[in-house]
Structure formats: C-alpha cells, structure tokens
C-alpha cells in the first residue's frame, strides 16, 4: 500500500527529508510543516540554513536557544488553529553541543572547565560531521519530549543524500570508548591494548608534536564518559529511524539528468539500511503546467505593430523550449514512479519564480503536497 | 580571469548552479588551451557513484591519476591516501608505517575524527600539487577541484587557519603552511564561484565572495552559468508586456525571467569588483554539453 503525503502528515512522527543542495529541499521540508499545522499537528520544522527570505518569513534566527513559533499574523494566514502549531528552529552545531556537554557532565563545574578545552573549542566549530550529528542528536531529543506531535528534518546538503546519518555514526565511532582507552594508558590494560596503545602515541607524537598530542590526550580523559553516553544515543537514533510506523523518509530532486540516478540510489540505501522510504518529490517541476496555451498572433489583437510581430516569433522560439521542457518534466515523473516500488510513491512540486519564500508560496506547496 | 594559469582552482558554488559540469568542461578546456590538467574531487573510490565521474562515464574516478577523456586525467582526493602520505614523511621507519597503516584502532580513529579527513584530503592535494616530472616540471600543472557544498567548501578553506589554532607547531603545522602558500596565494590558487543570473543565487553568490575572502582564499572569478540569450528588442519586448502578464501562453515565464535575469546580473556586477563571465544556457544533449561548455569557457575565461 502507497500512502499519500497528507495521511504520512497526519500519522507519522518524523518526516526526514533528503536530498542533495539546491533542490528546493528546505522549502518542501516548510511548506510539509504547514499542512500538517493546517491539519491540527503540534509541528515542529528543524532547519540547516534556509535563506535569509524564508528564515524571516518563519520568524526564526540563527542562534536561538529554542524553537520559536510562526509569527501570529502568518498563523492567521496559513490556517493555523490551535491545538495545530507550527515551530522552527535553526540547528546550531555548537549550540547543541553544548547543550549535551551540560546534561551530560557529572558538574556544571566540570561542563566549563570541559568547553573550556582548546581542542573541544576547535572540534565542536567545525561544520563537517558536526551538522549532521547535531540534526540527528536535535531530532531526538525533541521527539523524547513529546512537545510536538511531528518532527520534520531538513537534512544538511550533502552529495549523496543518506551521508547525514553517517555523520552520527562516524562521530560515535570516534568517541567509541575503546579508542580512548588507548588514548589513556592505565595498569589495567592487557598485553594487546599497551602495545596499541604504544603505536597510537607514538604515531601521534611524530604527527602532532609531543605538546599537541598532550592536550589530545587531556581532551580524551576529560570526554572519556560524556561519549560514551553520547554513543549509546546514536545508537538508538539508528533503531528509531527504521519505525515504519513512526517515520517517513523523502526524497526531493529536481529536474535534471542526475535526479534519476540519485533516486535509483536513493531507494536502494533505504533499503539497505532498513529505512522507510516514501516518497519522491520532484520539485520545480513543469509536469503539471498543462493549462497554457502556444501564443499565436491572435493574441495581440487587431492591426498589430510589426515590433508586436517580429516580437511573437521570438516569444514562440521561448514557447517551444518550454513545451519540451513539460514533456522532459513529465517523462521524468513517470520514470521516477516506476523506480519508487511498491511502497513509495513519486509526485511533482511547480516550479515557483522568483522562489517560494513567502507565506502565499508555501501555501501553494502546501497545497499541492496535501492534494497528490 | 586568466585561470589557466594558476595551479589550483577550487570550483564551488550551492548546489544546482550546475558546478559539476562546469568543473568538468573547466578541465576539458584547461587541456584545449595546452595545460597538464587533473580533475579532482573530495571522495571515496568506493563510493555510490559520482556525479562527476559520470561526464566521463565512469561511476567513480580512481584514487591514482588517471587519463579519463578529452586528454583530462582525474582522481579523488581521498582521505585515507593523505593520511597514509603524510605518516610516510613523519614516520621515521617502515615497519613502524605498516603497523600504523594495520592498526585498526588508529584507521578507525583517523577515519571519524571530526576534522581529520579534511586534513587527510587536504595533504592528498598537497602531494599533487608538488608531483614532479622527471625534468622537474609540475606533473599536475593546474588541478582542478569539484568542491561538495558552499558551507562543506568554507570548512576546507578555513582548515588551514583552525587547525594551525590547535596544532600551532609540529609537522601537520609545517605542512598546513605549505598548503596555504599555494591555495592563499592568488598567483596560483583561485576559487571559481558557479552562480545562476537569478536573485538568491546571486545574493549567495555575494555571501560566498565575503566568506571566501575572510577565509584568505583568493577569488578568480564568478562565473554566471546557465544565462538565456536575450534576443527581443525594447519595442518588441515593450509590446508583448502586456501579452505576456494576461495570458497564460507558454514562454511567459521564460520572457519574464529574462528581466529578472539582466536584474540580477545588474546587481552581482554593482556589488563586487570580482571578474565576471557568462556562460550562455545550453539546450544541447547531455552528451554535447561538457564539450559546448568547453568550448565556451575557453574563450570567456581563459
């Protein structure tokens, strides 16, 4: 059974929606948040970097300690009544790391003292790995507290679409508490684990310098137990990611020649990784733009000036690269229906101009999204 | 922008904008116009596939320089070959290397390090960079980058600066500075920003100008990719408004994006003194386009 966009609205817990960069994806991911709002879902949007327009039109800002609510001007013009509500909020890598530093640590004492390391500083700014583990360690949390009926991931743009979720797991690889041991020499380490330990320092010596690789070693120490804890979480991650009941994955592409083989891939991940894959949206699409007419001289009234004309024939060279660009669109639909199986189902999102970063567009997407 | 010169360029720009085929036909004419290239990206031979790789229909590029096509040689700038690279040169016996290289636990650990891949792939580019012939001549003369995303891309670019912060002595210190001097240096480092003649490329565009720079690394240019010939003179344009806004008729959106078009273009060439260029929009088939592209860059940019 393939179901629809609005029943994975109104049943599911978490939509994630993948994607490369530049497809439109934030945009989908907002315009999803509002129906579900629309249709009385305590809503929560959890976005990477959505444009300076969008961000202003959702009321959000970066580094905001929580979620912060549609304005209530836009809550009026969406349709959204309580108890429906629509929250958003910018992920910040450092932000959130923090956040699990001050949980975590045995002191609020010991939670400075530990941000306070050289090393945490320089490996908790840095984007890559960071922005993918603090989506996933954010989407967690939220859906534990139970504030919101639905959860939607704006996954961070990436080549391949699934490499978000092998940012958590390299992360925790990297905090495996095996590693630290051998980090951190003690008595009590067998024969195996000294001599491991041995090489480790000795590599690290020659590569960071004796004094670097000493403030590596404190950072260890000092981090050994709050990891530990952290890797647990990622782990459970895993397992709730795969509720086929709970969570839906997307897919949002857009015209062009890499969109087919990107879904190929797309569905055979999931499938691999036992995710619940749903959907594919094929965004600023002109699949459905059937309602235009070629433009012919009728159009330009009585006794048309010869610019009007010599006018006509080149607006009819633009007409015919859009009627080819609708058959290119359409075809590609039905291809990407074909590859989405029997569980899963393709649908297409119209190409906006200008964007769609206004409250009047993502009703528009909304609207499509609910309707397929 | 005289980008055949340099001896890195680092293609970047969001994603959509069309960065990848721009990259490929960059390489494609850095050969035509008489250059040793080598077309690289940040990946994993064994990865999914590569959307690059597919231009010169392959589904990955190796990890070892190769001749592709078009007389290109390509390769990926793959962690794990930087880090085994670097332990070469700062481990002072072999067998040491090879126990190093065997160790699950320091593979593991320089794998998901956060930061360590970087430095992995960056020394892998730094070793291409300094391959030399026989006669002593760059092996590489100009490399050419496929960067991943606008934010993964400043990550890369300001690795540099961040790491020196944590390791600001010892040989990964040494070898960073080795690598700025050839990426922060505009005669021979360049980023070559891909960006659509359209509002919120543009304003991004603009952002990644500034980002870049705050970052040391040298821009070479923007290049406006996908720019539709504008064809319709101002009586002509004049009379077919009013046509255009009150019917729905195919071509209307195409007539209007062109103001919108020559808007943006207007208002990227006010704000920043970076050269430009413009690649007109193809309709040729997949097959065609690198080639076209090719072509085109050739003339506009080299």
Redesign the interface.
């Known amino acids: 059974m393939k179901p629809t966009l609005s029943e994975l609205l109104s049943t599911r817990r978490i939509l994630v929606c993948c994607g490369a960069g530049g497809v439109g994806k934030t945009t989908t991911a907002t315009g999803l948040a509002l129906a579900a709002a629309r249709e009385g879902r305590r809503v929560l949007a959890l976005t990477i970097d959505p444009s300076k327009r969008l961000a202003e039109t959702l009321g959000v800002e970066r580094n905001l300690k929580a979620p912060v609510s549609l304005p209530e001007e836009r809550l009026r013009q969406a349709g959204i009544e309580p108890p429906g509500s629509l929250e958003t909020w910018m992920l910040d890598p450092q932000l959130i790391a923090s956040g699990v530093v001050r949980r975590l640590a045995p002191s609020p004492e010991s939670a400075e003292r530990l941000m306070n390391n050289r090393i945490y500083k320089g490996v908790s700014g840095m984007v890559a790995g960071m922005q993918e583990y603090t989506a996933m360690q954010a989407l967690y949390d939220f859906v534990q507290e139970d504030r919101y009926d639905l959860v939607i991931l704006d996954t961070p743009p990436s080549r391949n679409a699934l490499d978000f979720l092998d940012g958590p797991r390299r992360l925790s690889r990297f905090f495996d508490g095996r590693i630290f041991q051998l980090f951190v020499p003690s008595e009590e380490q067998g024969f195996v684990q000294r001599a491991a330990s041995s090489l480790i320092s000795r590599v690290l010596s020659a590569v960071f310098g004796e004094e670097t690789f000493g403030d590596l070693q404190e950072f260890f120490n000092a981090f050994a137990t709050i990891f530990t804890q952290l890797t647990r979480n990622a782990s459970q991650m895993g397992e709730f990611l795969a509720d086929p009941e709970g969570v839906a994955f997307l897919l949002v592409t857009s015209p062009s020649p890499a969109a087919l083989t990107d879904a190929f891939f797309f569905r055979k991940k999931t499938e691999e990784m036992n995710l619940p894959f749903r959907a594919f949206i094929l965004n600023r699409s002109q699949a459905y733009d059937l309602d235009r007419v070629y433009p012919t001289a009728d159009l330009l009234g009585p006794a048309p000036s010869p610019a009007a004309l010599s006018g006509l024939a080149k607006l009819q060279e633009l007409a015919d690269l859009e009627v080819a660009q609708v058959k290119r669109d359409q075809k590609l639909l039905r291809q990407l229906g074909e590859k989405a199986g029997d569980q899963a189902m393709a649908m297409a999102l119209p190409n906006l101009t200008g964007g769609a970063n206004d409250i009047a567009s993502l009703l528009k997407i909304a609207n499509v999204l609910v309707s397929s | 922008m005289d980008l055949f010169n340099k001896r890195v360029i680092l293609v970047t720009g969001?994603?959509?904008?069309g960065r990848t085929t721009i990259a490929a036909s960059l390489a494609i004419a850095g050969v035509r116009a008489g250059k040793r290239v080598l077309l690289t990206e940040i990946g994993d031979p064994d990865?999914?596939?590569?959307?690059l790789a597919?231009i010169f229909d392959r589904d990955n590029f190796d990890v070892d320089a190769e001749e592709v096509g078009h007389g290109v040689e390509a390769c990926v700038l793959y962690s794990r070959r930087g880090h085994e690279l670097?332990?070469r040169t700062?481990?002072?016996v072999r067998t040491?290397i090879r126990?190093?290289m065997r160790?699950k636990?320091?593979s593991?650990?320089l794998?998901?390090?956060?930061?360590f891949?970087?430095m992995g792939v960056f020394y892998h580019l730094l070793t291409l960079l300094r391959e030399e012939r026989s006669d002593g001549a760059p092996r590489h003369e100009l490399i050419i980058i496929d960067m991943?995303?606008?934010?993964?891309t400043?990550?890369l670019t300001s690795?540099p600066e961040?790491?020196l912060?944590?390791?600001p002595?010892?040989?990964?210190?040494s070898e960073l500075r080795a690598g700025q001097d050839f990426l922060n240096n505009p005669k021979t480092g360049a980023a070559l920003i891909v960006t659509l003649p359209?509002?919120?490329p543009v304003?991004?565009c603009l952002e990644l100008i500034d980002g870049l720079r705050e970052t040391n690394m040298p821009v070479g240019g923007v290049l406006v990719n996908k720019v539709m010939q504008d064809?319709?003179?101002p009586?002509?344009?004049?009379?077919?408004m009013p046509?255009?806004q009150s019917?729905?008729?195919?071509?209307?959106?195409?007539?209007?994006?062109l103001l919108?078009n020559n808007k943006a273009l207007q208002r990227l060439r006010s704000n920043t003194r970076v050269p430009i260029s413009l690649v007109p929009e193809f309709?040729s088939s997949?097959d065609e386009l690198a080639d076209n592209l090719a072509e085109s860059l050739l003339t506009s940019i080299g």
């Not at chain 2, 969001?14 to 904008?17: I, Q």
């Not at chain 2, 009586?235 to 077919?240: F, M, N, P, V």
């Open positions: 969001k994603g959509g904008v990865g999914d596939y590569s959307p597919r670097f332990l700062v481990l002072p040491l126990a190093a160790s636990a320091l593991r650990f794998d998901s390090a956060p930061s891949n970087e991943p995303a606008t934010g993964h400043l990550a690795l961040s790491l912060q944590i390791i002595v010892g040989p990964v210190a359209e509002p919120l304003t991004e064809h319709f003179t009586e002509e344009r004049a009379a077919l046509v255009a019917n729905p008729v195919f071509g209307r959106s195409r007539f209007l994006r919108d309709t997949d």
